[in-house]
Structure formats: C-alpha cells, structure tokens
C-alpha cells in the first residue's frame, strides 16, 4: 500500500508539459504608403500559439468603388469580411484593404487629378498590400495566397506572375475572364435578349440596340466618342460614364486579356477558379478561355469549381446575406489542405 502511495505521489509531482502560450484571435489596423497614397486596411490573425508563422491572404475586391468589406455606398453585401471569417476557419491570416477611391483611403494622391487613375494603378496598390502581408510577423512569407473577387480575380492573376515570392495559391472568384469591354457587352446583349423575350423589344428594336452596343465598344476602343443613337438611356448613361474622367481607367483595364495572364504564373501554382451558374454578371461560360489557359500553364488544382445556384455575390437562394455553403466548401477544400 505505502509503495503504490508513493508510485502516485511521484506521478503526481512528475513535471507536466508545458503549454505554449495561446494568442486570441484578433484584427488590427493595417496603414502602408503606395506612391504618396496612405492606404488603409484590415489585418486579421487568427488564434495562434505565440511566435508561430500562419500561412495568410491577401483579399481583394470588385470593380468599382468597393471597399476592404467588399462594400459599396447603399450595398452592403460584406463579401470579403465574409470571405476573411471563412479563412479564419482554417486558421490563414487575412489582409483587405480599402483601394483607391473608396474607404479611409480615398483617392489619395489622385484627389486633384482623377482622371490619371489607371488600372495598373491598382495593380501596384495590390502588390504593395501583398509586400506588407508578407512582412508581418504572424505570416509564413513563403505560403502566400492571392484571393480575389470578380475584377480582383483579374488583379490576383497579375500579381501572381510578379510578385516575390511568387504566391503559393490563388483563389478566382467570379472572376473577371474577359475584357472589360467584352464582358460588359455580353452583359448588355443578354439583357437586350431578356427584355425582347418578355415583349419589351421586337426583333429589329433588338437588333438595333445590339447593333448600336457593338458600335459604342468600337469607339470606345478607337477611342472616339461614342454616338448613343439606337441605345436605351440607361445603356448610353452607362457608356457615357465609360468616357471622360474615367476613360483612361476603362482603356487599361479593357487592354488585360485574362487569359493571357495565366502564362506568367509559376507551374504547380494551385488555383481555384469558382463560378456561379447564377451568376449573372460572370456567367461560367466566360470562364472557358481562361480554364484552359490555366491547364496549358500547368498550375495546381482544383482548378474551375461551378457553384449550383451562386450568384455573382456568392449568395444562393437559401443563403441571400452570406456565403453558400458551395462557396464555403470550395474554399475550406482549399485552404485547409
């Protein structure tokens, strides 16, 4: 009895591991300088145990003025919030950013001079924003994964033919697979298509507004004004915005072939390309071209991933303020390999 006592008072007194300190979850505010323009954004570290490296994203937004939530004035869709909690998940840290013109960061350097702003111009935004992912002290600079939404798909294609050190993922959400002036067209042509099937056109209405669509493409390529008879209102306002101030945005932005992009990326790069068969705005068939120009540059899987029922948002009809469980699979599929 007294030897079994003491056999337990020596286990009881035998040294316990020790367990490594533990750091909450967090997000912090992140503020580096691109071309004279301080630029604001989110960084999240999910819990870690202190001094550990985590692998980590840089997330990046829509076209127009969408900020590092993935907001617009008046809608509110939070889609890379959303996105960044997914991550967090599986345990990647995540950088978003509020781009030029929108947020704490505004225009910045371009406040007197808007019309200058380009599309390469939120290129080297991007690639600073990655260079500051990078150097944090939470990330893992070798394990690097460019998320993008729609346009910022587009962005994260460049950036992942340019970067040091090249990023070890991308993830093209909805992404933007055509030419700018391609895709709006094809958007056009199909609510044209749309109306004329529910009575609001007849077939020579049709083919003129299309007719009168094409045309205003080909000047803005030729860059000559672009002449809005045959185009309904709403169309010629949504043109007329395309010229002026915002002109030499839309020429750069229309001169990336998305495509072509996919041959500068580093072979075995894993990529996940995600669309909707919602999706409105980026229909999966825009997507061919680049799939294939992907598969010729040998990249890693999974590659296209269709989404039954995911809107351009991310949303499906059960799911309309937060991601589908489609879209959550993907990317936990992905980032937790």
């Given amino acids: 009895m007294l030897s ?3 056999a337990v008072a020596l ?12 750091v909450p979850a967090a997000d912090r505010e992140i503020v ?7 630029t604001y954004g989110t960084l999240h570290v999910p819990a870690h145990r202190a001094g550990q490296r985590l692998r980590a994203a840089l997330l990046l937004p829509g076209s127009g003025p969408t900020d590092r939530d993935g907001n617009q004035p008046r809608m509110s869709p939070n889609t890379l ?52 992912l990078r150097e944090q002290p939470e ?28 990023p070890a993922g991308l993830v093209l959400l909805q992404p933007q697979a055509l030419r700018l002036l391609d895709l709006v067209a094809l958007q056009l042509h199909a609510q044209i298509a749309e109306a004329a099937r529910h009575g609001q056109l007849d077939p020579e209405q049709q083919r003129t507004v299309d007719a009168a ?13 672009v002449d809005a008879t045959g185009l309904p209102p709403a169309v010629a306002q949504l043109f007329q915005g395309f010229q002026g101030q915002n002109g030499r945005f839309v020429d750069s932005d229309d001169a990336v072939y998305p495509p072509a992009t996919a041959a500068a990326l580093r072979p075995g790069t894993r990529v996940l390309l995600t669309c909707g068969t919602n999706d409105a705005q980026v229909p999966c068939a825009t997507t061919d071209a680049l799939t294939v120009a992907l598969r010729r540059a040998h990249v890693g899987g999974p590659g296209r991933v269709r989404l039954p029922g995911v809107d351009h948002l991310l949303h499906d009809a059960g799911h309309p303020d937060t991601p589908a469980p489609a879209v959550l699979d993907a990317l936990h599929r992905f980032a937790g390999r």
């Fill in 4 to 6: 079994h006592l003491a």
């Fill in 213 to 225: 669509i094409d045309a205003a493409v080909t000047a803005l390529r030729e860059h000559r004004p």
């Fill in 81 to 132: 919030a959303q996105v960044a909690d997914a991550l967090d998940r599986d345990r990647v840290v995540t950088l978003r950013f509020d781009k030029y013109g929108t947020g704490a960061t505004g225009l910045g350097a371009y406040r007197d001079h808007p019309e200058t702003l380009d599309y390469p111009a939120f290129v080297r935004q991007a690639k600073a924003a990655y260079e500051t």
């Fill in 139 to 166: 990330t893992a600079p070798h394990a690097l994964t460019v998320v993008g939404h729609s346009e910022g798909a587009m962005t994260a294609l460049l950036l992942g033919g340019s970067v040091r050190p090249r």
């Fill in 32 to 38: 580096f300088t691109v071309e004279g323009t301080p």
């Fill in 11 to 22: 286990t009881m007194a035998a040294p316990v591991a020790a367990v490594p300190d533990l």
